[in-house]
């Protein structure tokens, strides 16, 4: 199972499993502690190049999920991709992120991608 949630929301023990920071940048204002995030695999983050083109008006959600599934297909991130399916498999993982919707953010590509 594969679960989306905001950084910023406590932990549920009973339920996040591995918790997975997929976030470029540590989250304003959260201490680690606090996040109790497992693991924080950059590879698999959007670049800082696409981050800035995007939330700069640079185009759409649809363009931003091709360049990061782009991007995901480097080697790099494509098997870290690899390792967080086989985390998957073995547990709930729960995808971290700041943004305020989580649903229609790089988390949510990102989980599709490894639930498919």
Known sequence: MIRVRRVY????????????????????????????????PKAVTPSGELRKWFHG???????????????????????????L????EAGPVTLLTAVRDPASSHAAVLAELLAG
């Open 9 to 40: 929301d406590p932990p549920e023990p009973g339920a996040d499993g591995v918790r997975v920071l997929v976030d470029r940048l540590w989250p304003r204002g959260l201490a680690k502690a606090a996040a109790a995030v497992d693991e924080w």
């Open 85 to 88: 399916r086989g985390l998957a």
């Open 57 to 83: 008006g640079g185009g759409s959600a649809q363009e931003f999920r091709v360049r990061y599934e782009a991007e995901l297909a480097e080697p790099a991130a494509a098997a870290e991709l690899e390792r």
